[in-house]
């Protein structure tokens, strides 16, 4: 599986709760802060969700 990096741009204020609870799943929670996670469906699906508020990056 290839990895994926993400970096947060973003703010979650004003967001709703599913999508800072996304946020958080994925490891993140601030501006500019960067996550590593293997590529899958699971995933995919997640990031589908916050891709207004993340920068995505094949690490």
Do not use: C, W
Not at 10 to 32: E, V
Request: glycine share 10%.
């Amino acid at each position: 599986m290839s990895k994926v990096k993400l970096t947060q741009t973003k703010s979650a204020i004003g967001q709703s709760p599913r999508h800072r609870g996304t946020l958080r799943a994925l490891g993140l929670g601030r501006i500019g802060k960067t996550a590593e996670h293997d590529e899958n469906p699971v995933f995919a699906g997640m990031l589908r969700k916050v891709r207004h508020l993340v920068k995505v990056e094949s690490a």
